[in-house]
């Protein structure tokens, strides 16, 4: 009896061997065998890893060199025209992923609300759609000569259609009937391949409130499949919430097993009854695959056991909530630390799923050892010391003040007396270039190879450097640069208690690019100025203004392991608290304008549209208890780092920052309209230029961008600014880019 599966494992590698065979491969220091080599080696490790740890269903095409939903691209033939002529197999599919040549790559978005980025496929009438399975069947038979009959992976052809986007406004829907041949036939080619093929078809699309269109699509699609071939086992899933309404549809349909997420979409439970006393496997997802922490045997067998009250034992396997590829490797790759002994990455999920199956299957609940050893270790959690910080818990009960002082309208009049800024003021993001001297700088601290003096010498001289820049350039309102951070949550994590950072525990973002996702564990507690220092430095370097520069609570937050004994919310209060603390200190120090960056706000939204309201007050509570100690003169700045505010604009309203720096320069004046439809009455700087691109953009350009603005918002209610922080861009670029930005505002200005 096969009874344990995983949704999928990473491919990034245990020491980010993928990462650099891409990076290796890219600046042509390897070639493609030995990159093509370094691949099958990490394919097979997984394989052989989870066939010697109890994992029946074994994952195939769960790799891929950059992304699935490209793999997904490649597969139907849905190569957009501009990269279709391009006759070598990689150059095509990484120009897709990072652009080729003068054609620009495709989108990258994040997939659902994880920070893992996928390719947006782009939809054409003139697509030749037509199956290409050639790395499916590699991939398999490289299993198979290896004895492993794996499960394989795809992503549903409503996800796919789903996720897409069309050109000239029609639905990619439309499309449907177009790729449905293309799936039918890969179907029929797997059930070639042995008397039992296990496809597991990935429909994460059904978690967001489907509409009819889509259930009626899925019916009409898994009957299709789901008769091509009786070789082949169709297993369809969903994850990060429940899917009620496809079960539903599901359930009447002639497929092999259904794949549900039983951690994040509790609903599940209730669709069961529709898979009673019916052929259908059910593959439980109950082991977490989207957080760290060890899994509570206890509660999931008493969730199996509810699952087990409608459906029979034998029709139940055991799961992961969802693709492992969220999780870091394994904990084997951390040194020694407090928490370790609760911390479980993919390798230690693989295990759980075994353990869990074992117990679940065999009956022999209460005198096994794994269960006591669990709950022995669960238990400790729960009452640990190292968790729990009675200050803060005191200090969060009796805050009472969660606003600030003043409606907008009276604090701008303060602000505007105080500050004495010009028309149409122009800023930065935040940060400057990130040199290599920088890196080091911090790196060779953080080492000891250099002290404490050296390396806050060359900060300030950064930060010297910098203002002096700023003031020649002329820009209004100045910042330090950020050169002290290596990373905008990483940062404040450090010096926050109740954060705990990973030495090796990386997550693919996209592409060859990793995260490092720092672990929230205890209580969060400020325990002194975790910016004064280097802001007060900057702001005594110059006349002008200089910004005070944060994180804001929600985006730290979303980009984070969280502990799960608490409520999300909780612990963003008190990343808050700690937040609103550094701004009444920054404001003692003098501080009149501060920035709190809420870069990852959208990220926590929730999947599901009833969960939304309430998502949406307790972030933007958050963001104003943070800075609820702002006085009224002084002025709260905010940025988000996206261009989609259709549904959330009246969120950001009631954030109610002073002033709002938004990405905006790839969208005109469209998102301005949007600000402006809901009456904002607030300051905003739409970006004014690119700064993902290296490419410097004219006065004239800039000027063209900011009339734009002018003809929907007056002067008075408008700043101007790059999209976002320059981290990432050459000194040479930025020097030339603000130079053009401060001079298209002055030829405005002076109406030239
Ligand atoms: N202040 C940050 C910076 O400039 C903001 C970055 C971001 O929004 N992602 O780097
Ligand atoms: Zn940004």
């Not at 042509?28 to 990490?42: A, T, W």
């Not at 990060?240 to 997420?261: M, N, Q």
């Not at 700088?441 to 700023?470: P, T």
């Not at 804001?552 to 004994?565: A, H, K, M």
Request: proline share 3%.
């Amino acid at each position: 009896m096969k009874r344990t599966l995983i949704t999928g494992f990473p491919r990034i590698g245990e020491k980010r061997e993928l990462k650099k065979a891409l990076e290796s491969y890219w600046s042509k220091k390897i070639s493609i065998e030995e990159f093509e080599k370094i691949c099958y080696e990490l394919r097979k490790k997984n394989w052989l890893y989870q066939r010697d740890n109890g994992i029946d269903f074994i994952s195939c095409n769960d790799f891929s060199l950059y992304d699935n939903m490209l793999d997904t691209i490649v597969m139907l033939n849905a190569i957009p025209k501009r990269f279709r002529k391009i006759d070598n197999k990689y150059e095509q599919y990484f120009g897709m992923a990072r652009g080729y040549k003068e054609s620009p790559a495709m989108e990258m978005t994040k997939w659902f609300n994880t920070n893992y980025h996928y390719i947006v496929p782009e939809l054409s009438k003139d697509m030749d759609f037509k199956l290409d399975s050639s790395k499916i069947m590699s991939e398999y038979n490289e299993a198979t000569i290896l004895e492993i009959y794996p499960k394989i992976n795809i992503i549903g052809p409503i996800t796919f259609l789903g996720l897409s986007k069309t050109h000239n406004g029609e639905s990619s829907f439309e499309y449907f009937d177009r790729i449905m041949p293309v799936y039918e036939n890969l179907v029929r080619k797997l059930s070639e391949l042995d008397k039992e093929v296990h496809l597991q078809i990935e429909e994460s699309i059904f978690v967001k409130n489907p509409d009819d269109q889509k259930l009626e699509l899925l019916r009409i699609a898994y009957n299709k499949l789901a008769s091509v071939s009786d070789n082949v086992k169709i297993i369809v899933t969903t994850y990060f919430e429940h899917s009620v309404e496809a079960t539903s549809i599901l359930a009447d349909l002639p497929i092999w097993g259904i794949g549900l997420d039983f951690v994040y979409g509790n609903k599940n439970i209730e669709a069961l009854e529709l898979l009673k006393d019916k052929d259908i496997k059910l593959i439980a997802g109950l082991i977490d695959g989207r957080n760290i922490w060890i899994n509570d045997f206890r509660k999931t067998l008493s969730t199996l056991n509810k699952i087990n009250n409608q459906i029979e034992k034998d029709r139940i396997i055991i799961s992961s909530s969802c693709s492992l590829l969220h999780l870091p490797y394994s904990i084997e790759n951390e040194p020694y630390s407090k928490i370790k002994k609760w911390l479980s990455f993919s390798c230690e999920k693989v295990k759980e799923i075994y353990l869990i199956s074992q117990i679940f299957h065999s009956d022999k609940l209460s005198e096994n050892d794994i269960i006591l050893k669990n709950e022995k270790l669960i238990k400790e959690k729960g009452i640990s010391t190292i968790l729990k910080n009675e200050k803060v818990i005191k200090k969060i009960k009796n805050i009472t003040n969660i606003k600030r002082e003043g409606n907008y309208l009276e604090r701008l009049s303060i602000q505007e007396n105080m500050l004495d800024l010009p028309e149409i003021p122009t800023t930065t993001i935040g940060s400057f270039p990130q040199t290599k001297e920088l890196r080091n700088l911090r790196k060779d601290y953080k080492k000891s190879i250099i002290s404490k003096e050296e390396y806050e010498d060359g900060i300030k001289k950064y930060i010297d450097y910098c203002i002096k820049f700023q003031e020649e350039v002329n820009v209004n309102v100045l910042v330090h640069g950020e050169p002290e951070r290596n990373d905008m949550v990483e940062y404040f994590g450090e010096m926050l208690e109740g954060f705990h950072f990973t030495k090796r525990a990386w997550v693919q973002s996209y592409g060859s690019r990793c995260v490092k996702p720092p672990i929230i564990f205890g209580d969060v507690d400020r325990l002194k100025p975790m910016t004064v220092k280097w802001i007060k430095y900057a702001q005594s370097k110059t006349n002008k203004i200089v910004k005070g520069m944060l994180t804001g609570p929600v985006t730290i937050l979303n980009w984070s392991f969280v502990r799960n004994d608490k409520p999300r919310h909780d612990v963003a209060k008190q990343i808050a608290v700690a937040l609103s603390d550094e701004i009444n200190d920054l404001q003692l120090a003098g501080t009149k304008i501060i920035q709190v960056d809420e870069a990852a706000f959208k990220e926590g939204y929730p999947l599901r549209k009833e969960n939304i309201t309430d998502y949406e007050k307790w972030a933007v509570e958050n963001f104003k208890l943070a800075v609820s100690t702002a006085e009224k003169g002084t002025q709260i700045h905010t940025h988000m780092c996206y261009s989609d505010f259709n549904d959330i604009i009246k969120t950001i309203e009631k954030m109610d920052a002073d002033v709002i720096t938004i990405e905006n320069a790839r969208s005109g004046n469209e998102i301005l309209k949007i600000f402006k439809e809901v009456g904002y009455k607030n300051k905003i700087g739409p970006g004014v230029y690119d700064i993902h691109s290296p490419r410097i953009p004219s006065i004239e350009e800039i000027e063209e961008q900011i009339r734009l603005y002018l003809e929907i918002f007056p002067k008075k209610q408008i700043w101007i600014n790059p999209d976002c922080g320059l981290k990432t861009r050459k000194w040479h670029e930025v020097q030339k880019a603000l130079n053009n930005m401060v001079k298209a505002v002055e030829k405005i200005k002076t109406n030239r």
